[in-house]
């Protein structure tokens, strides 16, 4: 297993140090030979901002692969939704089941829980931006 998750993608901007890849993340069913016929297909496009030390070595426009050791992608993917999905089951089992509120209120509180967790995360994003780093490289 490779140790490293890359993809390729194109870029976008330059911008100081900061480099703009726009990638086409694809399903699994994309390349189901019977995508067409399912409609079920899925690509969606995304963008990483990645500092390099030399940006004048790339061009918009160019053809690069970007990235990201699969230990932090893992880390990236556990803060998203294993961090939300602990938070959504401790509130829920603590309000509902140890406290004795009623489930609507404990439901309410738990989607409370988790808008704080991800606020959370978006105050952090700049602490969590420099643990993950992404790595470009020409085509």
């Not at 016929?37 to 901002?49: D, H, Y």
């Not at 556990?78 to 209120?105: C, D, P, R």
Request: proline letters at 1%; hydrophobic letters at 50%; a positive charge.
């Amino acid at each position: 297993m490779t140790k490293e998750i890359r993809h390729n993608g194109t870029i976008e901007r330059i911008d100081g140090a900061t480099v703009t890849v726009r990638i086409t993340s694809r399903s699994a069913c994309s390349a189901c030979a019977a995508r067409a016929a399912c409609g079920m297909a899925e690509a969606v496009e995304k963008r990483i901002e990645i500092v390099v030390p030399d940006p004048a070595a790339y061009a918009v426009g160019e053809a690069v692969t970007v990235g990201v050791q699969r230990n932090l992608g893992l880390k990236a993917v556990a803060l998203a939704y294993g961090g939300a999905l602990a938070v959504l089951l401790g509130t829920l089992a603590a309000t509902v089941g140890g406290l004795g509120w009623s489930e609507g209120a404990g439901i309410a509180a738990t989607l409370g829980a988790v808008a704080l967790y991800y606020f959370a995360l978006w105050l952090l994003r700049k602490r969590i931006a420099h643990t993950i780093q992404f790595t470009i490289t020409k085509n």
